[in-house]
Structures are given as C-alpha cells and as structure tokens.
Nanobody
Framework: QVQLVESGGGLVQAGGSLRLSCVASGRTVSASTIGWYRQASGKQREWVAAINSAGSANYADSVQGRFTISRDNAKNTVYLQMTSLKPEDTAVYYC??????????????????WGQGTQVTVSS
C-alpha cells in the first residue's frame, strides 16, 4: 500500500506561482510513474502531467511551458511547479502512482494509488 499526501495548494493571483508536493509513504515510488491530475468544480478530472522512473516528463497542452514536474527519489516526493497561473487552473490537484514506471501519460485507470488532493485557487 502507498499513501500519498499532497500539499502546497492555496490562493494565488493570476500570473503567480505555486509549488505542489506529493509525499509518498508505505513503499518507495522511485520505480513508478507519478502523475498529477486536477478536477475543477463541476468538471471531470483531467490529467496534467506525469514523470516516469527515468525522469522523463510529459504535460497536457493546457499547462505545457507553465508547469514543471520533478521528483526527488531520496525524499519519495514528486513536485509540480506551477507558474503563470490562470483562473482556469483553479481545481483540486491530485497526485497518483502508476502501476508501471515507463509511462509518461495514461488514463486514470493506469494509476493505482491516489492522494486526497490539494485545492488551488487562482483569482483574476
């Protein structure tokens, strides 16, 4: 079993930045792809970014060039650095652990463990 705890969310003005953290416990996740998803109120959850065990990253078009995913395997932690935030980035952000370590995207069903989420609100 893996437990995931996200943190770093909050209220920020448009154009600002936030860094989200996803800390895993229960076992090491260094061999797993980690993804970030988000869900805005009244909308379906959408994939944001993923990083595989080799450190290769992939991003949704909507965040490409603004968000950066990274991992610190020594800390069993994955980060999502978000810059140039827009009101449409407002959502609950979730991290998740994939069943494999080679993917850099994937449907929600590929992810085995999920955190509880952290709220990000971007004001205009």
């Amino acid at each position: 079993q893996v437990q995931l705890v996200e943190s770093g969310g909050g209220l920020v003005q448009a154009g600002g930045s936030l860094r989200l953290s996803c800390v895993a416990s229960g076992r090491t996740v260094s061999a797993s792809t980690i993804g970030w998803y988000r869900q805005a109120s009244g909308k379906q959850r959408e994939w944001v970014a993923a990083i595989n065990s080799a450190g290769s990253a992939n991003y949704a078009d909507s965040v490409q060039g603004r968000f950066t995913i990274s991992r610190d395997n020594a800390k069993n932690t994955v980060y999502l650095q978000m810059t140039s935030l827009k009101p449409e980035d407002t959502a609950v952000y979730y991290c998740a652990v994939d069943r494999v370590g080679w993917r850099t995207s994937g449907a929600e069903t590929a992810y085995e463990y999920w955190g509880q989420g952290t709220q990000v609100t971007v004001s205009s």
